[in-house]
């Protein structure tokens, strides 16, 4: 008997397996793939967030794989409800030669699925992360690039209405998050990750659905699925502090499958008693409009740090 991968079949069919679900032993067919990862995906989605009629969702489009598929899903989920609102919104940083091609991308995917898509960008700011990698220092340019477009996507969600924000992350996404803030031992920022459940006035909350499925599994449901989307790589994505706890989870999953679901879990089962420990800030209103802990927005912190180094190069 061969035990070629190539000549193994589907568990549900006869025809010829795409991959091998290696936590649970699976064999699947493009089409029976396909399937499994939707049904997980659309579990989650109801288990988030509770839509009704006259509800706007924004989803959060980079034009990689995660937010296409995610889009994607979303769109086959709700796009033909007449009662339902969905609105893309992308967010140019000002990264010459990665950010244009996958705005294509994205632009061409929503004309022709009929989705409405927004796209804001960091010169609303007076910046682009091109200047502000150059000045960084000693601060990783993922630091001011995260807070950025968290400020615009949230502006923005707010500006149309959304009464949830969906984003690209991923189980693998997820579980280096967990990781990084028990390493850090910053239990407020565990207690704030998404989804988000506990509405504060001025932020629009997030749900993810993708959460549960692995980096994996979102690529190769894209490729089988025909999903167009960009694979470049941001040109400072080297200097992130992620790369090292991406590394050791997926060393650690290869040894043991499954160790990605495992973290997340046992964070879930935490996760109330989190909360619980970490109330809620009372949210201020900064100069810029966004909601705040303190006297300003971190984003408006940045931006006059980032002020002061320019003008002192």
Not at 190 to 196: D, S, Y
Request: hydrophobic content about 35%; proline content about 4%.
């Amino acid at each position: 008997m061969s035990t070629s991968f190539d000549k193994m079949k589907c568990d549900l069919c006869s025809r010829e397996a795409v991959t091998l679900i290696r936590y649970n032993g699976s064999h699947l067919c493009d089409e029976h793939f396909k399937i499994y990862v939707e049904k997980r995906v659309k579990k989650e989605i109801r288990k988030q967030i509770n839509i009704r009629s006259g509800d706007t969702i924004a989803v959060a489009v980079s034009g990689g794989k995660d937010s296409m598929v995610t889009l994607h899903i979303l769109d086959t989920v709700f796009g033909r409800r007449d009662d339902v609102s969905l609105f893309a919104i992308s967010i140019d940083e000002g990264l010459a030669g990665y950010r244009p091609p996958s705005l294509d991308i994205v632009r061409e995917f929503c004309k022709e699925r009929g989705i409405s898509h927004r796209i804001r960008s960091f010169s609303e700011m007076g910046i682009d992360m091109d200047t502000a990698a150059g000045v960084a220092g000693d601060c990783s340019p993922c630091t001011y690039c995260g807070v950025f477009r968290r400020k615009l996507m949230n502006d923005e969600a707010r500006r149309i209405g959304a009464k949830y924000l969906a984003t690209g992350h991923n189980l693998d996404d997820m579980a280096q998050s967990v990781m990084m803030n028990f390493v850090r031992g910053d239990v407020e920022r565990l207690a704030r990750l998404g989804p988000h459940t506990n509405v504060q006035p001025g932020l629009i909350p997030r749900f993810l659905p993708l959460r549960l499925i692995p980096e994996k599994e979102s690529l190769l449901y894209a490729m089988v699925s025909g999903i167009p989307f960009w694979d470049g790589e941001c040109p400072y994505h080297t200097d992130a502090l992620r790369n090292q706890y991406r590394e050791i989870i997926d060393r650690l999953d290869d040894r043991s499958p499954g160790s990605k679901f495992s973290i997340l879990s046992s964070y879930d089962m935490l996760k109330p008693m989190l909360s619980e420990h970490v109330p809620h800030s009372r949210l201020r209103t900064c100069g810029c409009g966004e909601p705040t802990v303190g006297e300003r927005c971190k984003a408006c912190e940045l931006l006059e740090l980032l002020g002061k180094k320019i003008k002192n190069l």
